[in-house]
């Protein structure tokens, strides 16, 4: 289970009164490492996440949570909060009987230019990044009648199929923050950086930016 300090962002729903908590994204700092994949293009950064989705009491089906979105945006001191990248994660997750921690899949696409702009503007310090959440709560029902693949059929019986409802909420509802912030190990990111510059020398971007204390070595 991820820790309960951990800076994380939730998905609720109303329940007797009050509300539950179905779905959980957590943003761990303290990593020894932050993952890079080179492209063509530069590299693709994957962000240190986990996620836990469980089955709450007030739930009809299992919950699932789909279409998961993080905008990541500087908190400068020169520039202030601005936008540099989104990270996104294609996979879908959905509640089992035991309760457990997956590990996420935000990978920011292309992110060379967001990293250049960060170096230029986040200051002495570490950079502070802003990430906010977007994404849909759904729940998996079994259907004694549905369509299977074969187009055309129809399909009625004992045997139940699995379907996905329509979204039943999204993140940030009912008051709760849907963004954290985070800053990693100042020699963590320094090993980042040094690595995507390396994959990325070639790239036209970087031929603009001989100033930057990262590609003169000052």
Same mark, same amino acid.
């Given at each position: 289970m991820a820790s309960k300090e951990e800076k994380h962002v939730g998905?609720? !729903?109303p329940y007797d009164g009050g509300k539950e908590r179905f779905v959980a994204?957590?943003?761990p700092e303290k990593v020894e490492k932050l993952d890079l994949q080179?492209? &063509?293009t530069g590299v693709n950064l994957k962000i240190p996440s986990e996620i836990e989705v469980r089955c709450g009491r007030g739930s009809r089906g299992r919950p699932m949570a789909t279409? !998961? *979105? &993080?905008?990541?945006?500087?908190?400068?001191?020169s520039a202030g909060l601005i936008e540099v990248g989104v990270a996104r994660d294609e996979n879908y997750y959905i509640a089992e009987a035991k309760e457990r921690t997956l590990e996420a899949e935000f990978v920011w696409r292309d992110a060379l230019a967001g990293l250049i702009f960060i170096e230029k503007?986040?200051? /002495?310090? *570490?950079?502070?990044?802003?990430? /906010?959440? /977007?994404g849909e709560l759904c729940s998996v029902v079994k259907c004694k009648e549905w369509w299977p693949n074969e187009p055309g059929t129809y399909r009625s019986g004992e045997t139940y199929a699995e379907a996905r409802t329509r979204p039943l909420q999204r993140i940030g509802k009912y008051g709760d923050p849907s963004h954290v912030e985070v800053s990693?190990?100042?020699e963590v990111w320094a090993k980042m950086i040094q690595e995507a510059f390396e994959a990325s020398r070639d790239n036209p971007l970087l031929a603009l930016q001989s100033l930057l204390p990262f590609l003169t070595g000052s």
């Open positions: 998905v609720w !729903l994204i957590f943003f080179p492209t &063509a279409s !998961l *979105r &993080a905008t990541i945006s500087l908190n400068s001191p503007h986040r200051g /002495d310090g *570490r950079p502070v990044l802003r990430i /906010d959440l /977007d990693y190990p100042g």
